[in-house]
């Protein structure tokens, strides 16, 4: 059974940091593209930022120059270091992978959540 669980959301004043984590469990073969998303309340989740297995990274344009994205292949695990928060940050921070298991089958990942809000 593969998994993805998030961790390091937490409350932050404006212009603060954060670490987010998104660690990949199970019987795993192979990971691909990870991604980053976000979900305010009473808004659709939105793409926050995506690396790809050989390190290439993309991010949304309200959060580059901002958000660093990163992974560790031999953690399985991705990071989402965070820096200026702004209140408008604030959202259920989500992770997704494309994930291919023991079993060869390759199928795309959520991770439960972890709620960030920047606040003073």
């Known amino acids: 059974q593969v998994q993805l669980v998030e961790s390091g959301g937490g409350l932050v004043q404006p212009g603060g940091s954060l670490r987010l984590s998104c660690a990949a469990s199970g019987s795993i073969r192979a990971i691909g593209a990870m991604e980053w998303y976000r979900q305010a309340p009473g808004k659709q989740r939105e793409f926050v930022a995506r690396i790809t297995s050989g390190g290439f990274t993309n991010y949304d344009n309200s959060v580059k120059g901002r958000f660093t994205i990163s992974r560790d292949n031999a953690k399985n695990t991705m990071y989402l270091q965070m820096t200026s928060l702004k209140p408008e940050d604030t959202a259920g921070y989500y992770c997704?992978?494309?994930?291919?298991?023991?079993?060869?089958?390759?199928?795309?990942?959520w991770g439960q959540g972890t709620q960030v809000t920047v606040s003073s």
């Open positions: 997704n992978a494309e994930i291919q298991d023991s079993s060869w089958s390759l199928n795309n990942y």
